[in-house]
């Protein structure tokens, strides 16, 4: 680790075939600078990591890894076979590693130092974190049917049973969803490579039939990813899209749009029942 001990590992040779090779402690002669502990990297992010030559070797490349479990691993590939530069002691060495959608706070980074002969390791002091971006919150709404009876965009921001009410109309006989809200908001990136949708609400009575639906830019038209019937108490849905994400996303103002509507089951003149949104929040990735 940084300053202190290191692993060296001897590269097999044909007397060694079939067996494990090496491996022994040694005076750390590679240090990772860079991240080293206690860092906070937001998924999709650039960071650069660096490193430094403590002995000058018979230097082939370098090799960097992750680990989302500490310093134990499992380790996943950042980049392989990385271009020698300098072998001299003292050089800095650096990669921008994209930082990936894996959140957790016992992150580690570790550096291989390539050589002809023995290979040396250095890996992150202590953990660092990845966290998920900030949510990308609404900011407009739209009544398209029914008749608000309290709050406003505040209340979508965050699950806190501080709600949007919503209730029918006295008289709605028409087949459309006699509730139906619209939540415009804008995306960090006009090119996400995941893109969520997180719903919490409820219907102030059973069966009324939920349906949310993301605005297509592609074919310009609502593409509906919900169905079920709303809980008469706050529940959740996480609409999740990593194929062709962008489609969500309109080119040039990266706004995001999204469609909440209800129904009852059964066709009814007495429309006496409402729906309470709590939170309404798109989280995306690039």
């Known amino acids: 680790m940084n300053g202190t001990l290191g692993i060296g590992v001897v590269k097999p040779i044909a007397l060694l075939v079939g067996m494990w090779a090496t491996v022994f402690p040694a005076w750390a002669h590679v240090t990772l600078l860079a991240p080293n502990g206690g860092e906070v990297l937001e998924v999709g992010s650039t960071f650069t990591v660096r490193w430094q030559i403590n002995i000058a070797h018979n230097l082939l490349n370098w090799d960097l890894w992750y680990s989302t479990t500490g310093a134990g691993g ?64 609404p900011s407009s709404f739209t009544i398209i049917r029914g008749l608000l009876i309290s709050g406003g965009l505040p209340d979508l921001f965050d699950s806190d049973d501080s709600r949007l009410v919503v209730r029918t109309a006295v008289f709605a006989p028409s087949i459309e969803p006699p509730v139906q809200i619209e939540v415009v908001g804008t995306s960090p990136t006009e090119t996400p490579g995941e893109l969520r949708f997180r719903f919490e609400g409820m219907a102030s009575r059973n069966l009324i039939e939920r349906r949310i639906s993301l605005y297509n830019y592609v074919t310009q038209s609502y593409e509906e990813l919900h169905v079920a019937f709303a809980a008469t108490s706050d529940e959740v849905v996480e609409i999740v899209v990593t194929s062709n994400a962008s489609r969500f ?14 129904k009852a089951a059964a066709f009814s003149f007495f429309t006496g029942w409402n729906v309470g949104t709590d939170q309404t929040i798109w989280r995306i990735s690039p």
Do not use: C, F
Not at 91 to 118: C, E, F, K
Not at 251 to 262: F, R
């Open 74 to 137: 499992p380790w996943i590939e950042i980049a392989m076979d990385l271009p020698p530069g300098s072998g001299s002691a003292g050089s800095i060495h650096t990669y921008d590693w994209t930082v990936p959608n894996a959140v957790s706070d016992q992150v580690r980074v570790r550096v291989r130092m390539d050589n002809s002969g023995l290979d040396y390791y250095d890996i992150s002091n202590s953990d660092l974190s990845i966290v998920s971006p900030p949510p990308s919150l």
């Open 249 to 262: 996303v309109e080119p040039g103002t990266g706004q995001v749009k999204s469609l909440m509507t209800w």
